[in-house]
């Protein structure tokens, strides 16, 4: 009944009224091409719905292509609320896992000079980077080094000797958000995190030795020192257990306080906190704190990447491993846009939606003011991933993309439908190598537990969120479970 109420405004955007129902406070919007469209089949659209009604919301509320049904909010839900009106900021609204995000690596290699190692470098990788549920990696910060990380972020440990200073403005927000606050990360979070820099996690988190396969816009590439037939790798992973228990934390609290500020909300996993008070201040200081914690895991990781490089790869081909970007795609960010004919600072939520400034905006590095700053969109196991760049006609939402092909089937659906075994040696068949401790997480991650990668990023490409620059497809998985 929800989506027979969708208006169609032009082929890729679909609009509910405000009308819908009374306590909307903005239209709904999706982006989506027909066939995504039709296979929306979950509850996020009642979730997307449900967003529109939060208070100071502006604009719309706003699905991407990708959106599948989360925790209160869509996964793949944008929205902004205006400071100045009184706005919220919601943590089911930004996700879980606090800044789990995207970053890729070029190489001087191609693919034909990478064959005789790929195997060995699969092999050194998923030796040397942690993965699995609560596991653990070689660094264990105590409490000052913890606090330290939470407030500095990627700068922290690139002055520990684990990067160089270009991987810090190659970051979005060049890897540190100043209102971070680490008295806001309960010790229980913390805890949940001292050993967990440089670890993979589980679900879809990966890393992945990927070839570049399509150059679609030959100039923007270049800048961003990708070739046709390069090989890169593709990290994707967050903040872990530590992101996890933050929005446990402020979820809990806010939960207990929305009768005092007078809320009202269609769903409890939607519970925010109107901006001027002081719980929502202390969550956008713990958020910002596992964002930061996010980028140091990502870091950490590319450092366990770059070593395991020089240890299979001859130097004769080339070390150098430069990072091209580090995107988040569940973060909270007080961004200043035209609403109404005003400049007005608002909270962008994007939830499973990755940032997509445009050339020329102030915070991307000189690198990138001529091109827009690089938007990472990675596919499901074993299918492709992109690289597009932000464009000035995303600005109707706020700079957002989507950030991955979206699922469409859950976990537990995957694993009845699909063999581990039977799908490593379908993608071997394909090429690819995959790393993994369990069959099983590797069943969860199949593609055909997703939606069409190709379809979702041509959606992103033809809306005028992003435009295409290269396709990526994978060589080697190190598989996150």
Request: aromatic content about 8%; hydrophobic content about 35%.
């Amino acid at each position: 009944m929800i989506k027979e109420n969708f208006k169609k405004i032009n082929k890729y955007i679909w609009e509910i009224p405000k009308s819908f129902r009374h306590d909307m406070r903005v239209p709904a919007r999706i982006y989506a091409s027909e066939a995504i469209w039709e296979d929306i089949e979950d509850k996020s659209m009642e979730q997307l719905i449900n967003m529109a009604t939060l208070p100071g919301i502006v604009r719309y509320s706003m699905a991407m292509p990708d959106a599948h049904q989360g925790y209160g909010a869509c996964i793949g839900g944008v929205f902004a609320t205006d400071i100045s009106k009184n706005g919220i900021i919601s943590p089911g609204s930004i996700g879980y896992d606090l800044n789990c995000g995207i970053r890729v690596l070029s190489s001087s290699v191609d693919v034909r000079s990478m064959r005789p190692y790929l195997e060995k470098l699969a092999d050194e990788l998923y030796r040397s980077i942690p993965s699995g549920v609560g596991r653990g990696g070689n660094i264990k910060l105590d409490k000052q080094s913890m606090n330290k990380v939470l407030t500095q972020g990627v700068k922290q440990v690139v002055s520990q000797g684990y990067g160089i200073e270009d991987d810090i403005k190659h970051c979005e927000s060049y890897g540190s958000l100043e209102q971070a606050d680490s008295s806001k990360v309960s010790d229980r979070a913390k805890m949940r995190g001292r050993d967990q820099l440089g670890t993979l996690g589980s679900g879809n988190h990966f890393a992945e030795v990927q070839k570049v396969d399509t150059i679609f816009n030959t100039e923007i590439a270049e800048k961003f020192g990708l070739k046709q037939g390069q090989i890169v790798v593709m990290i994707h992973t967050g903040s872990r257990g530590l992101g996890h228990q933050v929005c446990t934390d402020w979820v809990r609290t806010f939960n207990q306080k929305l009768p005092e500020w007078g809320i009202k909300l269609p769903d409890r996993e939607l519970a925010c906190a109107p901006i001027n008070t002081p719980e929502a201040q202390g969550y956008l200081g713990a958020m910002s704190a596992a964002a930061n914690f996010a980028w140091s895991n990502r870091q950490l990781i590319t450092y366990l990447v770059r070593q395991a490089w020089k240890r299979i790869i001859p130097a004769s081909l080339g070390h150098d491993l430069k990072l091209i970007y580090d995107v988040a795609h569940n973060m909270g960010k007080v961004e200043e846009y035209e609403i109404n004919g005003k400049k007005t600072k608002v909270i962008v939520h994007r939830k499973g939606a990755t940032r997509a400034f445009p050339p020329g905006n102030p915070e991307l590095a000189e690198d990138y003011q001529k091109t827009g700053q690089p938007v990472l969109i990675p596919g499901s196991m074993g299918t492709a991933s992109y690289i597009l760049a932000g464009v000035e006609s995303g600005e109707e939402a706020f700079f957002s993309s989507c950030h991955g092909a979206g699922r469409t089937m859950s976990r537990r659906a995957a694993k009845r439908a699909v063999r581990g075994s039977d799908l490593i040696k379908e993608l071997a068949k394909k090429g690819i190598i995959v790393k993994c401790r369990s069959w099983a997480g590797v069943a969860e991650e199949a593609p055909l537990a997703y939606k069409d990668v190709d379809q979702v990023v041509d959606v992103v490409h033809n809306a005028g969120l992003a435009q295409k620059v290269a396709r990526l497809v994978p060589l080697a998985v190190i598989k996150g479970e």
